[in-house]
């Protein structure tokens, strides 16, 4: 059971201090969850903290693959609207 940090995460190690189980440490490219520490906080906190404080959308999946925060979840711009407007950006 444990998270999984992705190539999207941009290193800011805004994660690394808020995770009780000191399970996340810097590689040569991103972020890495050791995953024997990580017990996703639970015991610790209701939510995993490093998704909680991380500000980039789908870098951080839980045990299911899944992201934590998806897309639109932090920017609050749903997904199609974001395609739309990039869409039209590089239509000019
Ligand atoms: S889910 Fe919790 S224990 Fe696992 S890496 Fe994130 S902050 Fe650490
Ligand atoms: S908070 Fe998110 S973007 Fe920042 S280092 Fe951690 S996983 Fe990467």
Known sequence: MSVEIVDLCVNCWACVDVCPSDAISASNTHMLVN??????CEGDYADPQCASICP?????????GFAINPPGSLTGIPPETLAEAMNEIQAR
Not at 56 to 64: H, K, M, N, T, Y
């Open 35 to 40: 995953a024997k520490k990580c017990t996703e």
């Open 56 to 64: 980039i959308e789908s870098a951080i999946l839980d045990s299911g």
